[in-house]
């Protein structure tokens, strides 16, 4: 962030700016946003619009002064600016914590994560992600899943509408930024498939176990039916309609 801002009320949160800057903005707004209100959807945080497109100032000079106006363009973010957007990491901590039964559980979490020394080390987005889906990989599991179909929905409604060039950007844009978010907390996990044989049944009947890199012994067993959609999500290629 720059100093001289011409508009010192503005807010930050829809500008790119640095990753741990970004992460530290976009995690007080989600925390600020998060206790408003009994529906944690404070500030319109759960609100459709990810703000993907860049914003700026427009200078208009006077006879004795310069003003300035704050404005949208039709220039549209690529996903790495999306990820340094406050606005956009408020509303995947609130996805997150909003994908937990008790949403009280998932803010612990990630308060968990971000007070690590392992985030302190890279405190930025990515690091979060991948922290989060080592540590609570079936809590990744509900999030991405709920996550997916949501940026499904968004692209899929405004396909039924009257499409422009932006829209069709943002609508890639928004499927890379999930597809991203989803492989980097994905690349920390590894299913296995393992056969197990039922002693009621004699029926053999084939598992996946989720084994957490770097943590031996720390597996769950999830069913075909999960393992099928978890490689079409991985892939950013659920179908919300299934």
Do not use: C
């Amino acid at each position: 962030m720059k100093k001289g801002d011409p508009m010192p009320d503005s807010h930050w949160r829809a500008k790119v700016i640095s990753s741990q800057a970004a992460f530290e903005e976009g995690f007080a707004e989600f925390t600020a946003s998060f206790f408003l209100n009994p529906n944690h959807d404070g500030d319109n945080i759960a609100d459709k619009d990810f703000q993907a497109n860049k914003i700026g100032y427009r200078l208009s000079k006077g006879t004795n002064e310069v003003s300035a106006t704050l404005e949208w363009s039709d220039t549209v973010k690529n996903t790495g600016e999306l990820m340094d957007t406050e606005f956009f990491i408020a509303k995947i901590l609130h996805r997150i914590a909003m994908s937990y039964d008790n949403p009280y559980d998932g803010y612990q979490n990630i308060v968990n994560i971000k007070s690590s020394d392992e985030f302190r080390k890279s405190p930025n987005l990515s690091s979060f992600i991948k922290i989060f889906a080592a540590n609570y990989p079936q809590d990744f599991e509900r999030f991405k899943v709920k996550f997916a179909e949501e940026i499904n929905t968004v692209n899929a409604e405004s396909t039924r509408r009257i499409q422009t060039d932006e829209k069709r950007k943002i609508a890639e844009l928004l499927s890379n930024t999930s597809s991203l978010i989803i492989s980097i907390g994905q690349s920390e996990i590894k299913d296995i498939p393992v056969a197990e044989t039922s002693a009621a049944t004699s029926e053999t009947a084939v598992k996946y176990t989720r084994t957490v890199k770097g943590k031996p012994g720390a597996s769950t067993a999830d069913s075909v039916k999960i393992k099928i959609m978890s490689e079409k999500i991985k892939g950013g290629n659920i179908d919300s309609g299934e």
